[in-house]
């Protein structure tokens, strides 16, 4: 089993940065793909962007490409999300997930991954 929580969310002025954080604990951190979702008010959980378990591949819906970056330090059981030049539009709730440990790619789907932290809030004001 691996437990993920997430931090780093807060209230931001559009054009603004925040860095969230995704800590695991319970099994080997580096044996599992990771990926960032996103919920809004009212509408379903979409993909953000996923990096493989050895952080060697990334991808990034087209929303948040060219302004978000994920990246993950295996040594410390961590994976970020850099969200820059951030929009009203990409206020929502962030979930952490890590995919099962048979894949060491990421997918945008988000019925394949096996766990979920409880995710952490970010509100982006206009």
């Known amino acids: 089993q691996v437990q993920l929580v997430e931090s780093g969310g807060g209230l931001v002025q559009a054009g603004g940065s925040l860095r969230l954080s995704c800590a695991a604990s319970g099994r080997t951190f580096s044996n599992y793909a990771m990926g960032w979702f996103r919920q809004a008010p009212g509408k379903e959980r979409e993909f953000v962007a996923t990096?493989?378990?050895?952080?060697?591949?990334?991808i990034f819906a087209d929303s948040v490409k060219g302004r978000f970056t994920i990246s993950r330090d295996n040594a410390k059981n961590v994976v970020y999300l850099q969200m820059n030049s951030l929009k009203p539009e990409d206020t929502a709730v962030y979930f952490c997930?890590?995919?099962?440990?048979?894949?060491?790619?990421?997918?945008?789907?988000?019925?394949?991954?096996?766990?979920w932290g409880q995710g952490t809030q970010v509100t982006v004001s206009s």
């Open positions: 997930a890590a995919r099962g440990v048979r894949y060491g790619l990421g997918s945008r789907s988000l019925n394949e991954y096996d766990y």
């Open positions: 990096i493989s378990r050895s952080g060697g591949s990334t």
